[in-house]
């Protein structure tokens, strides 16, 4: 082997509010309760794992005109819970996606900062833009943005934010009892920035937080959310999971970065993926048959139908065959608040490959729906699901997975207990944490922003 | 005028048990409390000096404890940065320090501090719903309004006039907009009735979708649609408080509030506060609803007065001058505290939130001098007697204002 082992890394999502999570089973507990996010945090921690990711949804979703009330519905506030996390953890990381369309920089500079104060260094920030007035009647700004300025908006809420926190450069409290002196200077914290969606000036009111800034995540796919990624980017939530995708990305997102003068190694490709296990990949496999009917029920599949055919479907069965007539084309779509109908940019050609796809599989809607949908990443024994995330590492398809388990709040018990401990005998995957902040676990360098004069100054 | 029996001020007599908070900020509320050597000024930015400050809190059986924040740099000037440096500077976001201690206590309430002003009710509203959570029914919020124009400054959203005073018009106006705000957050809490989640496999239903609420708030500042993201917290309603020093902010409490502060420096200014609050409450239309009022005081509090007024004076010494609040300043030992307490607990007042003037110092003397001196005289509890921060107030789990009867 002329490479070198690359280094796994890991992280938890906590289960989310889709259909991926399996509320229906007897296992599944309360995903709002503090005790289900400190064991799912706890999990994560004794695997040594990088962090715990918390997605965001601002709205319940509607479809038909009426809350979607089929999946897991509702969740509590990301910065509160991982303040709190940061009290039953000592290592994990510790990332929230927090939205740049419905929040103001000052806001959310010093809702990091403090976060990552209170955790000593563990805060990261999943940026993620929005446009949609359906959220934005939630919020006193409404939904006032165009979509082509989400991320112009987005580009210039992260540069803000990392103006206010590098306001202070760490070395302004002197806190000297003797002189008297508790700021090295009155103007600490000062800023000024003059932008086309942010003008504001002042002062922040949060020193320098352990980590300088927040660990940057992004989410977007598009060309546009790619280039964000490589300008700025520490790590991307990607959803490529599988090797030829994933390998596509990693090489089209990391070639992005020498425009940017940075090293491939300062962005992280972090795909999402699901996993189910047991003692045999048979058992797996048939396990992973279940959790699927488990998470796609009849009326689940009526309305993942109704996402391509934009119509109501509720009279058809989902045990039969799928709709002989076409999706509507209208503007107005019957499913709000959800990112994947935009994924459907043909609905008639979809329509029409569903309907050969299930005819020529003897497939009906629900069979259908399951198997279009499949989101199961790694199915098997530990000794197998170990070795394919470990392969897929090394053959740059990804630096590792962020793990979305299915149960809420014990998805994870098994892969930590099992899987974990395989990738540590191999030696790709730490033992114990070296460090204490999150920088630490993911390999990035602190963003120091003392200049040379100041540094040799103090 | 007079409120009703249910209310848990009507009854205050010498013998009614007090509820007791503390107010913390900083290092304390003398400007000079950083140079004490008790002060740990370097560890104001770290969890282990809040989690200390809170445990030491809890350890006194004290129903709460507020935690002060803002958007902007402190100043000793209300409408303009004051370019000091010898006061502490930076703060840490309320709500997230409410949250990082709440995994470490088990009975005290917490209660940060939160602007009405430039901030997204719906962010705030699941904030204190999520804080409710986490401390198994311990949250509350203290609603503030900001008139700092330098703080408008860093949102950039609008213009907020030059600090006039306290009674202007534009400081109504923002009082006004504190009371839609803390209707959209209050609708937002009920916006989930609390089996709203059924988790029914038979239909494929996790939630019962008549139980869910759009909040439709339609008002002068803002519209806000709900229903929350997050559930109903576990006291139903969190609890509301606010500081009022005038007519204005009075309403706001007597409008919206579960405890309001007030700062009376002699008992016929406590008198006339808790009359003022109680005719504006019987206004709103709540008259049969409880409502604490508190007396704000800061306390320099030792073993004897002559101590107590020596460290004062070296702080303003320090400070190069006397300190002056809006609150009156206490300096003395406990048991003059504890006659002061019982004299304006006579005027309808049914608690305290104490400030300490210095927080490694004043703090432990209230919670092992100040409180042992109540529990002797009989008018403070002896132990926690619920799990809530409600039920340790006295106050009732509000029904849901969505709920069919």
Not at chain 1, 138 to 150: A, D, I, S, T, Y
Not at chain 1, 243 to 254: I, N
Not at chain 2, 277 to 302: N, S, W
Not at chain 2, 360 to 373: I, K, S
Request: net charge negative; aromatic share 8%; charged share 25%.
């Amino acid at each position: 082997m002329s490479k070198p082992l690359k280094q796994i890394h890991l992280a938890a999502h906590f289960p989310g509010a889709n259909n991926t999570t399996v509320w229906s089973d007897p296992a599944a507990g309360s995903h709002i309760e503090f005790s289900s996010f400190a064991h799912f945090a706890r999990t994560a921690e004794r695997a040594k794992f990088d962090f715990l990711f918390l997605a965001e949804g601002l709205r319940l979703r509607e479809q038909g005109g009426r809350i979607y009330d089929l999946d897991v519905v509702g969740r509590p506030d990301t910065f509160t819970v991982l303040a709190a996390l940061a009290a039953v953890t000592e290592r994990l990381g510790l990332t929230g996606t927090i939205n740049s369309t419905f929040n103001e920089p000052y806001e959310v500079a010093r809702q990091f900062a403090s976060l990552d104060h209170l955790s000593g260094g563990r805060s990261a920030w999943n940026v993620v833009t929005s446009w949609d007035a359906f959220t934005g009647e939630n919020f006193r700004r409404g939904g006032f943005l165009p979509q082509e300025h989400r991320y112009s908006r987005a580009k210039e809420f992260l540069a803000t934010v990392h103006e206010l926190v590098d306001s202070w450069h760490g070395d302004e409290i002197l806190a000297d009892p003797d002189t008297g002196a508790f700021l090295r200077d009155a103007k600490a914290g000062s800023f000024v920035h003059t932008g086309q969606h942010f003008d504001i000036h002042g002062q922040f009111n949060v020193p320098r937080s352990p980590q300088g800034r927040p660990v940057i995540f992004q989410a977007g796919d598009s060309d546009e959310g790619r280039e964000f990624a490589a300008a700025g980017a520490d790590a991307i939530f990607s959803r490529y999971a599988t090797l030829d995708a994933g390998q596509a990305f990693y090489t089209d997102v990391k070639n992005r970065l020498a425009k940017y003068g940075r090293r491939k190694d300062q962005l992280l490709i972090l795909p999402a993926a699901s996993f189910v296990l047991a003692d045999t990949d048979a058992e797996a496999e048939d396990l992973a048959k279940q959790v699927r009917r488990q998470q796609v029920s009849g009326a689940t599949a009526l309305k993942h139908l109704e996402f391509v055919w934009n119509r109501d479907l509720s009279g058809y069965d989902p045990d039969g065959p799928l709709p002989d007539i076409d999706p509507d084309l209208g503007e107005s779509h019957i499913a709000r608040g959800r990112a994947q109908v935009r994924m459907y940019r043909d609905p008639l050609a979809t329509a029409r490959e569903w309907r050969e796809l299930a005819a020529a599989r003897g497939w009906s809607i629900r069979d259908l729906v399951i198997e279009t949908g499949n989101r199961q990443n790694f199915v098997g024994s530990p000794r197998t699901v170990a070795r394919t995330i470990n392969e897929y590492v090394q053959a740059d398809a990804s630096d590792g997975f962020i793990l979305v388990p299915h149960i809420t709040p014990t998805g994870l018990d098994a892969f930590a207990d099992t899987v974990v401990p395989l990738l540590q005998e191999q030696g790709v995957f730490r033992a114990d944490y070296e460090g204490t902040t999150l920088r630490d676990h993911l390999g990035l360098a602190h963003p120091d922003t003392v200049p040379a004069d100041r540094a040799a100054a103090s | 005028m007079s409120p009703t029996p249910s209310s848990p001020a009507a009854s205050s007599t010498a013998a009614t048990p007090l509820h007791l908070a503390v107010a913390l900020d900083g290092t304390g509320w003398h400007p000079a409390s950083w140079r004490e050597p008790v002060a740990r000024p370097r560890d104001l930015f770290t969890a282990g000096y809040w989690a200390d400050l809170v445990a030491e809190a809890e350890r006194g059986l004290l129903d709460f404890v507020t935690i002060e924040d803002g958007l902007g740099l402190q100043s000793s000037r209300y409408g303009e940065p004051d370019g000091r440096t010898d006061q502490v500077r930076g703060r840490l976001d309320a709500v997230l320090i409410a949250s990082r201690v709440a995994p470490l206590t088990r009975h005290i309430g917490l209660v940060p501090t939160v602007v009405t002003t430039h901030t997204e009710p719906f962010h705030l509203s699941k904030a204190i719903a999520t804080l409710d959570y986490v401390s198994t029914g311990r949250a509350g919020l203290r609603a503030q309004i900001t008139a700092r124009p330098f703080e408008a400054d860093h949102f950039g959203r609008r213009v907020i006039p030059p600090f006039e005073d306290h009674g202007s018009p534009a400081v109504t106006a923002l009082l006004e907009e504190a009371a839609d705000w803390i209707e959209v957050v209050r609708r937002l809490w009920d916006s989930w009735e609390d089996d709203a989640e059924i988790r029914d496999v038979a239909t494929g239903r996790f939630v019962d979708r008549a139980k869910l609420h759009y909040i439709d708030f339609e008002g002068a500042h803002f519209s806000v649609k709900g229903p929350s993201i997050t559930p109903r917290p576990p006291q139903g309603q969190p609890l509301v408080t606010a500081l009022a020093h005038q007519s204005a902010p009075y309403r706001l409490v007597g409008r919206q509030a579960d405890v309001g502060y007030v700062t009376p420096h002699d008992t016929g200014q406590a008198r006339a506060s808790v009359a003022e609050i109680r005719a504006e409450q019987e206004r709103a239309g709540r008259a049969d609803q409880p409502l604490h009022v508190f007396g704000d005081l800061t306390v320099f509090l030792d073993d004897d007065a002559a101590a107590a007024e020596d460290r004062r004076g070296r702080l303003d010494a320090l400070a190069g001058e006397p300190y002056t609040g809006d609150a009156r300043v206490f300096t003395g030992t406990a048991t003059q505290l504890a006659d002061l307490l019982q004299e304006f607990a006579e005027t309808g007042l049914s608690g305290f939130r104490l400030r300490p003037a210095v927080a490694g110092h004043d703090l432990p003397a209230v919670t092992r001098a100040l409180v042992p001196e109540l529990q002797r005289r009989g008018v403070f509890r002896t132990a926690y007697r619920a799990d809530t921060l409600r039920g340790n107030l006295g106050l009732d789990r509000p029904a849901n204002r969505y709920a069919a009867v």
